[in-house]
């Protein structure tokens, strides 16, 4: 396997792309300077790179690069249809009505790789839309947004609720499951065409205490799935780490997490499903980095043991958040990346070993995802 | 004819250069106007048609009242101007 060798880096303040020089990681080029780069994504099947916009006038936006970010071109945006006609969206938990109009684009995601074309995006206010056409049109999902139990969903730290997770299974890319904050992890066996909440096993303490199982009403902050055992899922979420071994039919906890078990962002090894890296924060009402200490955990027993790293990260007086969408692997599962809410950036090539900071003065890092490899 | 005029924000988004068009309210000459230029639609308005919410339109100088709908009226020499509100521009 290839190691990654470009990075993209969206942040607040713009695009930023890193690549490995002879002499380690730097950022060689800005693009979308000032503007508010919420996501991207990059398409291993054709090397198209797209590239979420939130522009706080003007909308979501999003723009597509044939030539790994050097020249850029807007493409569709996703679009919600009317609401029928007497038709009352339901209150959510803060006395919102969902309103059926985009919000946020949260998730991107390559569709099989028998699939040239395809892309899924997952938004808020909890829509899921679909391109056949590598992004230049959208289709609304209607199988999930008209489902009652998707009325039930609400915002986890937002006032919408959101897809932020899309994971297409590698040999079957009408599998995918997705997460929701806040509705639990939803599965479609048949490319979109129905779909069923998963099974039980994550824990919202946030919900009344009858209610703090029901599958439908958990935030997991990211899912994320093991390419070579699609089976193996890992959910960092609001109240803890959870994994399950049959596609999120079942989930387990994973227990005496130090020095946190809250986080957003998580990576599981492209290889090996018992091993995941996280990185932790105090819990919600707090959220920055432990004793103000930088680390990454990691554990290669799936979840029984953690070691805590942080050769290479800041030790002192660092309180860096890392957002959901801000730690990335590479398909040789040494590479990873992630940034923070204060403008670091690192990278390591020895599966977190050690770290190198390429930056400390980029903007709020919203998501880092490497591009090509080699 | 009423004219629109656009802020100078939007124009490295979507070139929106000034136009007279037709249209006896809002609605109609913004639509007359994003039919020769579709892109800049998305920019001021959401998908349901109504205006985004941190932009703003003046109606020779009166603030829009109906965000919805367009409906307010504009006179046939009539300015409108698109601008970016002051909210909605989180540093």
Not at chain 1, 130 to 153: C, I, V
Request: proline share 6%; with cysteine.
């Amino acid at each position: 396997m290839s190691r990654a060798s470009t990075c993209h880096v969206a942040t607040r303040k713009g695009l930023f792309t890193v690549t490995r020089g002879a002499s380690g990681w730097c950022v060689s080029r800005a693009a979308f300077l000032g503007d508010n780069c919420t996501l991207t994504m990059h398409d291993p099947r054709t090397g198209v790179l797209v590239v979420a916009l939130g522009h706080g006038h003007f909308g979501a936006k999003l723009h597509r690069s044939h030539d790994e970010g050097a020249t850029w071109q807007e493409i569709g945006t996703p679009a919600y249809p009317p609401m029928p006609d007497g038709y009352t969206p339901k209150m959510t938990h803060n006395g919102k009505a969902i309103d059926w109009t985009l919000k946020l684009v949260w998730a991107l995601a390559p569709g099989g790789a028998n699939e040239r074309g395809v892309i899924w995006c997952g938004t808020m206010p909890g829509g899921l839309f679909k391109s056949e056409d590598g992004g230049d049109s959208w289709t609304l999902n209607r199988a999930l947004w008209d489902d009652p139990k998707r009325e039930m969903w609400f915002g986890g730290g937002a006032d919408y609720p959101g897809i932020h997770s899309i994971c297409v299974h590698p040999g079957d890319a009408d599998d995918v499951v997705i997460g929701i904050s806040c509705g639990g992890a939803w599965v479609t066996r048949d490319g979109g065409q129905s779909w069923s909440v998963g099974g039980t096993g994550m824990r919202a303490e946030y919900m009344p205490p009858e209610m703090q199982f029901e599958p439908n009403a958990q935030d997991p902050h990211q899912v994320v799935q093991c390419l070579a055992n699609p089976d193996a899922l890992w959910v960092q979420h609001h109240n803890g780490i959870f994994r399950s071994t049959d596609r999120a039919a079942s989930w387990s906890e994973i227990k005496n997490v130090n020095p946190s078990a809250f986080g957003f962002a998580v990576a599981v090894h492209p290889r090996d499903a018992e091993t995941v890296w996280l990185v932790p924060a105090l819990k919600d009402e707090k959220r920055y980095p432990a004793d103000g200490r930088v680390v990454v955990n990691r554990t290669r027993d799936g979840g029984k043991t953690f070691e805590t790293l942080t050769t290479g990260l800041p030790q002192q007086h660092a309180y860096d958040l890392v957002y959901r969408h801000a730690l990335d692997i590479d398909e040789s599962g040494e590479v990873l990346a992630f940034g923070s809410t204060t403008g670091s950036l690192w990278v390591t090539e020895n599966g977190g070993d050690s770290w190198q900071t390429v930056s400390s003065n980029l903007p709020p890092i919203h998501s880092v995802r490497f591009g090509q490899s080699g | 004819m009423p004219t629109v005029r656009f802020t100078d924000n939007i124009q490295r988004h979507v070139e929106c250069p000034t136009r007279v068009v037709g249209g006896a309210r809002v609605r109609d000459a913004l639509d007359a106007y994003f039919s020769a230029n579709p892109r800049a639609r998305g920019y001021v308005l959401d998908e349901r048609g109504r205006l985004r919410e941190h932009m703003a339109i003046f109606v020779n100088g009166g603030q829009l009242r109906d965000r919805a709908g367009l409906t307010d009226p504009v006179e046939d020499e009539g300015i409108i101007d698109v601008i970016q509100a002051l909210s909605g521009g989180e540093s």
